[in-house]
C-alpha cells in the first residue's frame, strides 16, 4: 500500500465519484457516505504521507511512474516533496470538512458530490504530480468542475449599483449566479491557454525529451525564452490565485459558490495558482523569474493593500472573505517573490494556514447565511447569544486572520515579512504589514458587529448553533488553526526542506535551510 500510496490519494476521490453516480438518486445517504469515505481514505492517506516523508533525505519520495506515450515522454509520474505533504493535508481536511458541511444539501446531490470529488481529485494530482503535461491536465480537471457548481447549486444575489455603472452591471446580470460561473471559467480558461503555450514553448524551444519536471529543470534554457514564457506561467496560473488585476472573478465565484464550493475554492484552488507559480515558473525558469520577481513583488504587495481596502468596503460577508482571500493570497506571491528561504516557507505556510483559514469562515458564512437569510452585514448583530460556537470559531478565525501571535496566520506572515526584510524589500514588508493592519480593522469590525453588537431590531431570536456534521467541520478547521499556530514546526521542517531543494534550482545555487532540518 506504501509503494501506491500517492495513486491511492489520487484516485480514491475519483472512484468514490464514480461509485455515487452508479448510485440511484433516491438514495441520498449511501451518496453521502460514500463520498465522505472518498475524502476520508484521501484525507488517512494524506496525513500517512506526511508523517512518513523523511525530513532528512528529503527530495523527491515515493516515486510512482506509469508510462502513457513514451515516445513523447509523457507518463503519469507521481512523487512527494517537502511542499506536497502539506498541501495534501490541506486538501484532505477541507474536502473531508466540505463533505460535512454539504450534508444538508437538498437538491441534485448526486450529480453534486460527484463534481465536488472529481474537482479534489484534480487537486490532489497537482500537489503529486511530476509531469507537466499531467501537471497542467489535473489542473484542468480541479477548475473545471467549478462552473457547474456554481452554476447549477450557486445562489444569485442583489449588487448595489448606483451611478453610471448601473446600466453595465444590470446588462451583464452581475451578482448572477450564471454570471459568476461564466466570468469564472472564461478568465481561467484564458489564463489556462497561456500555460499551454508556455509549456510547448519550454518542451519545443529546448529540444527536451520528456514532460518530466526533474528533466526540464535540469534543462539549460535559454534566457530570452525564459523572459517571455515566464510572464505567461505567472499570469496564467497567477490568475487562479488572484494576482491584481486578473482576481476579479474570485469575489464574484466566492459570493455565488454553495459552502463546500467556497471552502475548497479560496481553500484549496487558490493555491494551485501560486503553487504552479513557484513550482513551475520560478524553479524552471531561474533566469526569468530573476527579470520579473521586481514585478511580482510589487503586485504582491499592491494586491496585500488592495484586497484589504476592498475587503473593509463590504457589506456583504461573502464579499469580505472574498477580498480577503485576494489579500492574503498576495502574501503568498510575496513571499515567493522574495526568492529566500524565509520567504518561501512562508508563502506555502501561508497556502496551507489560508486554506484552513478560508475553509472555516466559508463553513461559518454558510451556517450564518442558512439561519439568517442573510449576507448583509448591517442587517445582523447579537448572533452570538444564540449561536455562541459559530461566533467563538468566527472569531478564531478573525484573529487568525489579522495575525494573532498562537495562530497559524501569524507564524506565515511573520516569515514572509522576514524574508522580504533580509532581502532589503522594503517597500514590499511595509506593504504587506499595513494590509494586516487593516485587515486587523475589518475583521475586528464584522465579528463584533455580527455576533456581539446589539444589531437591527429585526428578531433573530429563532436561530440556532451549528448541529450535528457542521460541528464536525467547525472543529477540524478551527483545531487545525490553533495546532498550526502553536506547533508551526509539525509541517515547517517538511516545507523547508522542500524550499532548500527548489530554491537552489530557482537560483542555480545550493541553498541551506533556515532551520537546518530535524534537529
Known amino acids: ?73 509523457i507518463s503519469l509520474s507521481f512523487a512527494q516533496d517537502g511542499w506536497g505533504g502539506p498541501l495534501l493535508v490541506l486538501t ?3 474536502i473531508f470538512a466540505g463533505v460535512l458541511a454539504s450534508w444538508t444539501l437538498k437538491t441534485r446531490d448526486k450529480e453534486y458530490f460527484s463534481l465536488l470529488l ?53 446588462l451583464f446580470k452581475v451578482g448572477d449566479k450564471g454570471y459568476a460561473a461564466m466570468k469564472l471559467t472564461l478568465m481561467l480558461l484564458v489564463g489556462s491557454a497561456a500555460i499551454m503555450i508556455a509549456i510547448f514553448a519550454l518542451y519545443v524551444k529546448s529540444g527536451a525529451t520528456s514532460f518530466d519536471l526533474e528533466h526540464l529543470a535540469q534543462t539549460k534554457y535559454d534566457r530570452s525564452l525564459q523572459i517571455w514564457v515566464f510572464p505567461l506561467v505567472w499570469l496564467g496560473f497567477g490568475t487562479l490565485s488572484g494576482v491584481f488585476p486578473f482576481h476579479t472573478w474570485s469575489p464574484d465565484g466566492h459570493a455565488s459558490a454553495p459552502t463546500a464550493v467556497s471552502m475548497l475554492h479560496a481553500g484549496v484552488l487558490m493555491k494551485l495558482g501560486a503553487f504552479g ?67 518561501w516557507n512562508g508563502a506555502v505556510f501561508q497556502m496551507v494556514a489560508h486554506g484552513v483559514m478560508t475553509g472555516l469562515f466559508f463553513a461559518l458564512v454558510g451556517i450564518v447565511y442558512d439561519r439568517s437569510h442573510t449576507r448583509s452585514v448591517p442587517q445582523m448583530g447579537g448572533f452570538a447569544t444564540v449561536m455562541p460556537g459559530v ?11 489579522l495575525g494573532l501571535p498562537g495562530t497559524a496566520g501569524f507564524v506565515s506572515e511573520f516569515v514572509v515579512f522576514l524574508g522580504a526584510f533580509s532581502k532589503g524589500h522594503y517597500v514590499w514588508a511595509t506593504a504587506g504589514i499595513l494590509g494586516a493592519f487593516v485587515t486587523a480593522i475589518y475583521v475586528l469590525r464584522a465579528t463584533r458587529a455580527i455576533f456581539w453588537g446589539e444589531g437591527p431590531n429585526r428578531d433573530f431570536h429563532e436561530l440556532t448553533d451549528a448541529r450535528t456534521t457542521e460541528w464536525g467541520a467547525l472543529v477540524i478547521l478551527g483545531t487545525g488553526l490553533v495546532i498550526l499556530g502553536m506547533w508551526p514546526r509539525v509541517i515547517f521542517d517538511h516545507i523547508d526542506a522542500g524550499s532548500a531543494l527548489y530554491l537552489a534550482k530557482a537560483l542555480a545555487s545550493n541553498t541551506v535551510a533556515i532551520f537546518g532540518g530535524v534537529q
Open 277 to 343: 507559480v513557484m513550482r513551475i515558473g520560478m524553479v524552471l525558469m531561474p533566469e526569468g523569474t530573476q527579470f520579473w520577481v521586481p514585478v511580482v513583488g510589487a503586485v504582491a504587495a499592491l494586491n496585500v493593500l488592495y484586497g484589504a481596502m476592498c475587503a473593509m468596503s463590504q457589506s456583504d460577508l461573502k464579499y469580505i472573505v472574498a477580498y480577503s482571500s485576494v489579500s492574503h493570497m498576495g502574501i503568498v506571491m510575496l513571499g515567493a517573490a522574495t526568492l529566500t528561504p524565509e520567504g
Open 118 to 170: 472529481i474537482l479534489v481529485a484534480g487537486v490532489f494530482g497537482v500537489f503529486v504530480s511530476q509531469d507537466l503535461l499531467l501537471f497542467f491536465l489535473f489542473y484542468e480537471v480541479a477548475v473545471l468542475p467549478m462552473y457547474l457548481l456554481i452554476g447549477i447549486w450557486g445562489s444569485s444575489h442583489e449588487v448595489p449599483a448606483d451611478g453610471p455603472f448601473k446600466a453595465a452591471w444590470t
Open 1 to 73: 500500500m506504501n509503494e501506491h500510496l500517492l495513486s491511492i490519494i489520487v484516485m480514491a476521490p475519483a472512484l468514490a465519484a464514480l461509485v455515487v453516480i452508479l448510485l440511484p438518486a433516491t438514495a441520498r445517504l449511501a451518496i453521502r457516505v460514500v463520498s465522505l469515505t472518498g475524502a476520508a481514505i484521501s484525507l488517512a492517506g494524506s496525513v500517512m504521507a506526511l508523517v512518513t516523508y523523511d525530513r532528512v533525505a528529503s527530495g523527491h519520495q515515493r516515486v510512482e511512474t506509469y508510462p502513457i506515450l513514451p515516445k513523447l515522454g
Open 92 to 94: 484532505g481536511v477541507i
Open 391 to 401: 461566533a467563538a470559531f468566527f472569531t478564531l478565525a478573525c484573529l487568525s486572520s
